[in-house]
């Protein structure tokens, strides 16, 4: 996946697109380019970062352009495969984010004809195909007619010579358009527009989209014009910034206690019926699918609606719940991604309403694709999440879990008023509780600092806390690079055990519930093979100093709870690892932000 970036209006275009594609660099890192037009397509594109893009580049007079940044799927990381790429004349340029799936056949047939090829790309072959129709009419019109002949996913941004327009098209990769005052803007995120407009308009699969200084005109793949109001985008520029921390991903951990109280705003008195989530519960059981972090989120969604609905729940990753046999039951599925872009869910979703099932999304990102291919949307709240590793997108996912088990145990009657108002009691406590443990900021960081050299490090949690130690593994290992592997505690001796040695460190999680002794056992068993032992624990827990080399404590809450503050104490303890190894936080190697491929 990629991010692209197009602006037309009455300013030099190069330091907006630069300014704007800085803002989208979590999509993807290793290559980069811009193209804009003034006299004749300037074009310019390296191996490597923005930074290396903006510190290469020449001046470039010209209002209108467009610019990439590449996270490689077809062809290597290299300047030759970076984009823009122009066709054989030099009349077009063209950036994409996606994969041309029949490229192989379309570069034969133009080879054929004489086109030449730069690079080892996919997306090459539009660029030559484009410019081949523009002989014949106008932009919009040559990129529509070329679309025709293209399979695979897509958002495409195109700019020929002479003419102060961009014109784009999309099919299941993200993209919108700003709206400025005599300028407009194209970006996959409207993060990246907010310094210049909060006024958007979300471009659908099929459209092409024409923007000009003063005009903005869609069109559907039959070339008919399609109207669409603007939609006023909350988020300020401020909240897309650091705001003086040194990651995003600090900032954005920090921001969780008001993410979370967002999240619940409002909307704990419609659980009780003003204003349902969810209609039309004809299910049994529950069904959520969803990828990486926002899985885990579902695992733990699974024991919040076992206990709080009493209907079975299953959790399956969504590239494999595609392929999976559909059942004979009539689940509700709950398809869970922060982005709403990533493809496996989409594909997720189509898949549930094909087979009948009634569908809702908890999604972070507003008039993302997902929401479209659901029949109920809960959004998150948490505001834009920089960071490539998900952190407030996953408490405020477990925050929408909880508030989807309330309504569906109010709705089936399962919870009594005592029950409820216990719960969302200790919801609203939640950000209480989490600013609690970013007060322990500091000792967090020393304990990870003692075992920042470690090569493997194993998570063990018991009940609703396994899926918390799977994913702190699953930070542990994107963003400091040390292998982590989360387990159910009583596991490990069915072959784990066989890994331990003084070097790899146990981190456990304890809860004061029924599964504490057993906890415990397990702990034994890890020290007797001379691990470190490291506990998250109850501050009231007065035994746990004994069986364990270091205890971070964090306040004691019922454990159907406890997975939100334990989660953000894991989520320093990773980030400081990660610190301390001197790695790339916000942008680890290998991984980008949004997966819009499958
Ligand atoms: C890990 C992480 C990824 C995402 C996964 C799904 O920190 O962020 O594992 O959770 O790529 O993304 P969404 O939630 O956008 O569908």
Known sequence: MCGIVGYVGGKEAQPILIDCLKRLEYRGYDSAGIAVIGDGIQVYKTGGEIAALEAGMPTMKGSAGIAHTRWATQGRPTTENAHPFEGCEGKVAIVHNGIISNFMDLRESLAAE????????????????????L?????????????????????????????????????????????GNGENFLASDVTALLKYTNRVVYILDGEVVRITKDSVTIVDAEGKQVTRNPERIEWSMEDAEKGGYPHFMLKEIFEQPAAIHESLLGRIGAVDGDEP????????????????????????????????????????????????????????VVL??????????????????????????????MGSAITREVDHVIYTRAGPEIGVAATKTFVTQLTALYLLALELGSKGRVLTAQAKHNIVSQLRNLP?????????????????KKYS??????????????????????????????????????????????????????????????????????????????SPVIAVASEDDTEIG??????????NIPSLFSPVPVIVALQLWAYYLAKERGCSIDKPRNIAKTVTVE
């Open 114 to 133: 004489g086109h030449e090829f730069s690079s080892e790309t996919d997306t090459e072959v539009f660029a030559h195909m484009v410019e081949a129709e």
């Open 135 to 179: 002989n014949s009419g106008d932009l919009l019109t040559a990129v529509r007619k070329s679309l025709k002949l293209v399979e695979g996913t897509y958002a495409f941004a195109v700019v020929a010579d002479g003419r102060d327009e961009v014109v784009a098209a999309r099919c299941e990769s993200p993209l919108v358009v700003g709206l």
């Open 277 to 332: 989530f969810i209609t039309g519960n004809s299910f049994s059981s529950v069904k959520i699918v969803a990828c990486g972090t926002s899985y885990n989120a579902g695992l733990v969604g699974k024991y919040i609606i076992e206990e709080l609905v009493g209907i079975p729940a299953t959790v399956q990753i969504s590239s494999e719940y595609r392929y999976s046999a559909a059942a004979r039951e009539n689940p509700l």
């Open 336 to 365: 869970i991604t922060q982005s709403g872009e990533t493809l496996d869910t989409i594909a997720a979703a189509r898949e549930a309403r094909k087979r009948g099932n009634s569908t809702v999304a908890i999604v972070n990102v």
């Open 432 to 448: 209480r509780a989490v600013q609690d443990v970013l007060n322990q900021a500091d000792t967090i960081e020393a304990v990870a």
């Open 453 to 530: 050299e470690a090569r493997d490090m194993f998570f063990i949690g018991r009940n609703i806390h396994y899926p918390i130690a799977m994913e702190a593994a699953l930070k542990t290992k994107e963003i400091s690079y040390i292998h982590g592997e989360g387990y159910p505690a009583g596991e490990l001796k069915h072959g784990p055990l066989a890994l331990l040695s003084k070097d790899s460190p146990v981190i456990a999680i304890v809860s004061r519930d029924h599964t504490y002794d057993k906890m415990i056992g397990n702990i034994s068993e890890v020290s007797a093979r001379d």
């Open 546 to 555: 004994k069986f364990a080399d270091d205890v971070i404590y964090l306040r």
